[in-house]
């Protein structure tokens, strides 16, 4: 009885494990199909990779477009390869796509100056087109930055008066700003990120405004760091910048509202003034062409 009963014991454990067993190498199967799939990114990845090894673009040069690529908030490796490998696949796709066009077409083909003419500018405005997207949205994200810092930096002003650090207030800032400014609340979460793992603050400080690129966030960093040099009680610090942003916020507010009366002119001219004619002088139009013979 006592052997029947282990050995169904054993039964039992020995058919758990292979079910562990299968489990297990269904799991690797669904890992490695997963590793075997094959995207256009990745694709992309690794011809850039490539491209990268070739070393067309110099040092330099590269990390201006990695700078670039920063402010536009990608920050990966990837996206510097990504760029790289659209950089030089967009021209060539534009270039053959313009080809195929024109051959297909009748007669366009037989004029050989148009058709280069046409392939070449299909192919450099494309060479451009990543530049001018990433302008835009680093242009994009500034916009948001610039609305968003100064109401952060009212936050940071009550969080430092509150008896927070600089680290927990801006903290606090990311936080509450998830919702209403992502970007802002990004950057404010990574600063508060380097200055914790940074030996230096001030370099931490000195990344902050280079990804930023903002006389906004350049005046932010130098008080802060003249208040960690010279030891300045952080909310009146804080303080002093925060009213000379509201001063500077208002100013540009009267500059858009006594611009507003050369703006409306146009308008004003195309479409309500005429109008107007139509409204006072129509009648007058009418009852004159009426009493003619």
Same mark, same amino acid.
């Given at each position: 009885?006592?052997?029947?009963?282990?050995?169904?014991?054993?039964i039992?454990?020995?058919?758990?494990?292979?079910e562990?067993?299968?489990a297990?190498?269904?799991?690797?199967?669904?890992?490695?199909?997963r590793?075997?799939?094959?995207?256009?990114?990745?694709?992309?990845a690794?011809?850039?990779?490539?491209?990268?090894?070739?070393?067309?673009?110099?040092?330099?040069?590269?990390?201006?477009?990695?700078?670039?690529l920063?402010?536009?908030?990608?920050?990966?490796?990837?996206?510097?390869?990504?760029?790289?490998?659209?950089?030089?696949?967009?021209?060539?796709?534009?270039?053959?796509?313009?080809?195929?066009?024109?051959?297909?077409?009748?007669?366009?083909?037989?004029?050989?100056?148009y058709?280069?003419?046409?392939?070449?500018?299909?192919?450099?405005?494309?060479?451009?087109?990543?530049?001018?997207?990433?302008?835009?949205?680093?242009e994009?994200?500034? &916009?948001?930055? *610039?609305? @968003?810092? !100064?109401?952060?930096?009212? $936050?940071?002003?009550?969080c %430092? /008066?509150?008896?927070?650090?600089?680290?927990?207030?801006?903290?606090?800032?990311?936080?509450?700003?998830?919702?209403?400014?992502?970007v802002?609340?990004?950057?404010?979460?990574?600063?508060?990120?380097?200055?914790?793992?940074?030996?230096?603050?001030?370099e931490?400080?000195?990344?902050?405004?280079k990804?930023?690129?903002?006389?906004?966030?350049?005046?932010?960093?130098?008080?802060?760091? &003249?208040?960690? *040099?010279? @030891?300045? !009680?952080l909310?009146?610090? $804080?303080?002093?910048?925060? %009213? /000379?942003?509201?001063r500077?916020?208002?100013?540009?507010?009267?500059?858009k509202?006594?611009?507003?009366?050369?703006?409306?002119?146009?308008?004003?001219?195309?479409?309500?003034?005429?109008?107007?004619f139509?409204?006072?002088l129509?009648p007058?139009?009418?009852?004159?062409?009426?009493?003619?013979?």
């Amino acid at each position: 009885m006592l052997r029947f009963e282990r050995r169904k014991r054993l039964i039992r454990v020995l058919g758990r494990h292979q079910e562990d067993r299968r489990a297990w190498g269904r799991t690797e199967a669904r890992s490695r199909k997963r590793k075997r799939h094959w995207s256009p990114l990745k694709a992309i990845a690794l011809l850039g990779q490539h491209i990268q090894r070739v070393r067309l673009v110099g040092n330099d040069q590269s990390e201006k477009i990695r700078m670039t690529l920063v402010q536009a908030g990608y920050r990966s490796r990837e996206a510097f390869i990504i760029y790289l490998a659209l950089k030089l696949l967009l021209p060539i796709f534009g270039a053959v796509i313009a080809l195929t066009i024109i051959l297909s077409s009748e007669g366009l083909g037989e004029n050989l100056l148009y058709s280069f003419v046409g392939v070449a500018g299909t192919a450099l405005i494309l060479s451009y087109l990543p530049d001018l997207l990433l302008r835009k949205i680093t242009e994009s994200r500034r &916009q948001k930055l *610039r609305k @968003g810092l !100064p109401d952060a930096l009212d $936050l940071l002003v009550v969080c %430092a /008066e509150a008896g927070l650090g600089l680290d927990a207030a801006l903290k606090k800032a990311a936080e509450d700003f998830v919702k209403t400014n992502p970007v802002t609340a990004d950057e404010l979460a990574l600063l508060n990120a380097e200055l914790v793992f940074y030996q230096s603050r001030e370099e931490a400080l000195a990344n902050f405004s280079k990804r930023i690129n903002i006389p906004l966030a350049t005046s932010v960093v130098l008080t802060l760091t &003249q208040a960690e *040099r010279y @030891g300045t !009680p952080l909310s009146k610090a $804080l303080r002093t910048l925060a %009213a /000379e942003f509201r001063r500077e916020r208002l100013t540009a507010a009267e500059q858009k509202a006594g611009r507003l009366p050369a703006i409306m002119t146009l308008p004003l001219v195309a479409f309500i003034l005429p109008a107007l004619f139509i409204v006072i002088l129509g009648p007058a139009i009418l009852s004159a062409l009426n009493l003619m013979p």
